[in-house]
């Protein structure tokens, strides 16, 4: 059986002090004195001194029991050390674990806050674009509005320049159908008998005044047949030089009454 090394140490001091006894018990202690010479007549006297195995026994008991305490207090100094060691190192690894615990926490609050940062300015970042979006909308808008505006007042001046000159227009329209009709009944013969008749003629003008047609549409035969042919007997009629008012002219119905 293997013995640990504090009974091992035991049972050798157990061993070396039942030695010294065994010795201290054989043993015999002897004076200095000289021993008598023999063949004298003197007695030999020999004093003895022998131990109390008792004491011994008292004393191998006492060493014992010392030595055992002795290793009970080195054993329990070697346990307390051990103890202090294993609180030392519970405490180094409790430090360095609340030490490692602080520094995830730091890093997660650094990362929170960076990320809250970020987030704040992204915020911030959308909030710009959309009031530089907002307002870009609203320039966009007033711009339209403006454009609108201007729009209708110059369709308004058009329209109004429009109407003006469609009735400059129609007017000298009718000022040069007036005398059409005053050239067309200079060439006309009346002989009397076309008085209360009336006729009604499409013509056609080239752009100088020239007639390029007559149609007869209705009315008298005979002064159809007499407004025709003073329709086509001078060389032109009176026209315009104003291509507008010449587009009102250059096919039109005159009547001819009489």
């Not at 009604?200 to 002064?223: C, H, Y």
Request: charged share 35%; glycine share 4%; net charge negative.
């Amino acid at each position: 059986m293997k013995l640990d090394p504090e009974n091992k140490s035991i049972l050798q001091s157990l061993g070396l002090h039942a030695g010294i006894a065994a010795v201290l018990m054989l043993s015999v202690a002897f004076g200095h004195e000289p021993l008598p010479e023999l063949g004298t007549d003197q007695p030999v006297v020999i004093q003895a001194e022998f131990i109390d195995a008792q004491a011994i026994y008292d004393k191998q008991q006492a060493a014992i029991a010392a030595e055992q305490e002795r290793q009970r207090e080195a054993q329990r100094q070697r346990e307390a050390q051990r103890q202090r060691e294993a609180q030392a190192k519970r405490a180094a690894e409790e430090k360095a674990k609340r030490e490692r615990e602080a520094r995830e926490q730091r890093e997660l609050e650094r990362k929170a806050q960076e990320a809250a940062e970020r987030k704040r300015q992204e915020e911030e970042e959308a909030k710009r674009r959309a009031e530089e979006q907002e307002r870009l909308e609203a320039e966009r808008r007033e711009q339209e509005e403006l454009q609108r505006l201007m729009d209708e007042q110059l369709a308004a001046e058009q329209a109004a320049q429009a109407q003006r000159r469609q009735r400059q227009v129609l007017s000298e329209a009718e000022r040069y159908r007036a005398l059409i009709n005053s050239t067309i009944n200079q060439y006309l013969y009346n002989d009397g008998s076309f008085n209360g008749k009336s006729c009604l003629l499409n013509l056609k003008f080239a752009f100088s005044g020239l007639v390029t047609q007559v149609e007869i549409i209705r009315g008298d035969p005979a002064l159809c047949r007499a407004s025709r042919a003073a329709a086509l007997r001078p060389d032109k009629v009176p026209m315009t030089d104003d291509l507008d008012v010449y587009q009102e002219l250059k096919e039109m119905e005159l009547w001819v009454n009489l």
